[in-house]
């Protein structure tokens, strides 16, 4: 079955903590992005790749880190310098940069405790 | 100013209504114009997917653009209970450096 997977659904962070976000993708897609949702604000976009080993900052990259090693993969790390991580963290991903639908993972819930 | 704008709602009909739903855009650039539906505390959902202006058709959605006024459209018709979600839009110029903008999304509740 195609798709993306996003684990863990839940996670939670002590203060001062990193944390990594799993992002997995078996669509051969070339894309990759990740968007943070918080109520009632839409989708903000933190980082996207559009190859291996290269990636570009999105609108609120501050306190994120982000690799792509394989095509598959793009995990985030939140940083202990993103002083308000609590929100709904989505990957997606898109078969070319001529291709404008994205897919999107199911997504993770990071709280900070 | 936002690029995209959408009413958050909520938005509450009865089922079987139809539900019109809309969003505005400033940036006249944009070619892509795309709706995503998604459940509570799932992953967005491509519902339509558009390019320029006119209208397109599939099943119980209709989504409708018109460039002049930097505005576009989601009809649902028949409203279903299993229609209640929150609705974005998003759209985007297409070219290779372009991101996809997406608006803060409309609530929808179909009373039964």
């Known amino acids: 079955d195609g798709g993306i997977t996003q684990s863990p659904k839940y996670l939670f962070r002590k203060e001062g903590q990193n944390v990594t976000l799993s992002c997995e993708q078996n669509l051969n897609h070339d894309a990759m992005y990740w968007y943070r949702q918080d109520p009632g604000q839409g989708l903000r976009l933190i980082y996207y790749?559009?190859?291996?080993?290269?990636?570009q900052k999105g609108d609120i990259a501050e306190g994120y880190s982000v690799s792509r090693e394989k095509k598959e993969s793009f995990p985030l790390t939140v940083t202990s310098a993103q002083k308000n991580p609590t929100a709904f963290y989505l990957c997606a991903s898109r078969p070319g940069l001529t291709n404008e639908k994205l897919f999107f993972g199911s997504g993770t819930q990071l709280s900070v405790l | 100013q936002k690029e995209v704008e959408q009413d958050p709602g909520p938005l509450s009909v009865p089922e079987g209504a139809i539900v019109s739903l809309n969003c505005t855009y400033s940036n006249s650039a944009f070619q892509y114009f795309m709706w995503y539906r998604q459940y509570s505390r799932k992953g967005p959902e491509l519902l339509m997917y558009t390019y320029s202006s006119g209208n397109k058709e599939d099943g119980r959605f209709t989504a409708q653009v018109d460039k002049s006024s930097k505005y576009i459209s989601l009809f649902i018709r028949d409203s279903q209970p299993s229609d209640s979600a929150t609705y974005l839009c998003?759209?985007?110029?297409?070219?290779?450096?372009?991101?996809?903008?997406f608006g803060s999304g409309t609530r929808l509740s179909i009373r039964p």
């Open positions: 998003a759209m985007s110029a297409g070219s290779s450096a372009s991101k996809i903008i």
């Open positions: 790749s559009q190859i291996v080993n290269d990636f």
